[in-house]
């Protein structure tokens, strides 16, 4: 039997629906789900081996958190695409040289978003252009310190521990 659907609630980043799911064994079961377009989560790292960190605030975390450059996909826009718009409308950077570092579920107990990850290299500068809603500042740090701060908890947010660790594989 296919899944069933019941959309609850639309918005302008995520749709939320209650689906009747059936599972391996047969059974059906009634799950709260979030259907979201995805998005692009960049590392963008200069020649001295240094990332650049946002300080951004973010009301559902109740302040402030580090975090990497990363926005959701526009309709009919590449994971690429977005990687490259995110980049220079957060930070102000583009870049010559980029290598994808695969893809992750952020939540995928509720939420089907998929995060395409990307290290950015050989960097220059452009105009930053973040959207209305954002409050954020960009910060450059070793890399071998924004790792010290995953291990050690002060950086929290998932997407960016995951791409920390991939970008320092890369780098190695």
């Known amino acids: 039997m296919p899944n069933q ?4 609630y639309r918005g302008r ?20 789900i979030v259907r979201h ?9 200069d020649d001295k081996q240094q990332i650049c960190l946002l ?10 958190i580090w975090e990497v450059p990363a926005g959701k996909l526009d309709p009919g826009e590449s994971p690429f695409a977005t990687a490259q718009r995110e980049l220079a409308e957060e930070a102000g950077l583009r ?10 579920y952020s939540t995928p107990g509720f939420c089907d978003e998929i995060l395409h990850l990307y290290l950015a290299q050989n960097l220059t500068a452009t105009s930053r252009d973040p959207q209305p809603e954002e409050y954020l ?15 050690r908890g002060r950086i929290k947010d998932a997407k960016t521990l995951v791409i ?5 594989a890369a780098l190695d």
């Open 95 to 104: 870049a010559s040289h980029w290598t994808e570092l695969g893809a992750i």
């Open 137 to 151: 500042e960009s910060y450059w740090f070793p890399l071998a310190k924004t790792l010290e701060w995953a291990h």
């Open 55 to 64: 300080h951004q605030y973010r009301h559902a975390a109740g302040g402030f």
């Open 164 to 168: 920390l660790f991939r970008a320092a």
């Open 13 to 32: 980043i995520i749709d939320l629906g209650l689906e009747l799911a059936s599972l391996p064994n047969g059974q059906q079961i009634s799950l709260e």
């Open 5 to 8: 659907r019941t959309l609850l």
């Open 37 to 45: 377009p995805g998005g692009a989560v960049i590392a963008a790292v």
